[in-house]
């Protein structure tokens, strides 16, 4: 679950368009779910995966800003599981510059919320708040990344 600053972050940069909120904290949830069992670093109950894999068969596909706009929100979401998957791989073995890289690609869905937002509220609106944006969810430093990896 998302945490509830992200929750009202969202609200507020999405002006409150309670479908788009809900189907962004869907794929956070989604996506952690995914990296927990991936990175190992967390134990994940049976019951979570179930419940990720209900939130990406049923409660996404039946959102309806993701129905409206699936066309365009879709193909970045394949390139945020992409990039994703690059960063899980270039974080182990492939030096300093790889990490480097993987501190880049492994959180793209913030992508989406820009997104998002620029269909919410167009151009100019997206313009405005995208920087926000991406300070809000990109809040880990490399060097605290850099650390984290080395544990």
């Known amino acids: 679950m ?8 969202l609200s507020q940069v999405l002006q409150g ?3 788009a909120i809900n189907m ?5 949830k989604i996506s952690q779910v995914l990296d927990d069992l991936i ?3 967390r134990p994940v109950h049976d019951i979570d995966v179930v419940r990720s894999y209900w939130d990406a068969l049923i409660y996404l596909p039946e959102n309806s800003f993701y129905r409206r706009h699936e066309m365009s929100i879709r193909p970045l979401m394949a390139a945020a599981l992409q990039d994703w998957m690059d960063a899980t791989r270039l974080e182990k073995g492939h030096g300093h510059h790889g990490k480097h890289l993987a501190f880049v690609l492994r959180d793209q869905l913030t992508s989406i919320v ?6 919410i509220g167009g151009f100019d609106y997206m313009q405005g708040v995208s920087k926000d944006i991406r300070l809000h969810f990109h809040e880990d430093s490399l060097s605290d990344y850099m650390r984290e990896l080395e544990v």
Request: proline letters at 4%; charged letters at 30%; aromatic letters at 8%.
């Open 17 to 19: 368009h309670s479908d």
């Open 114 to 119: 820009i997104h998002c937002a620029g269909i």
């Open 2 to 9: 998302p945490r509830k600053n992200e929750q009202e972050f």
């Open 24 to 28: 962004c904290c869907l794929l956070f």
């Open 39 to 41: 990175d190992k670093d």
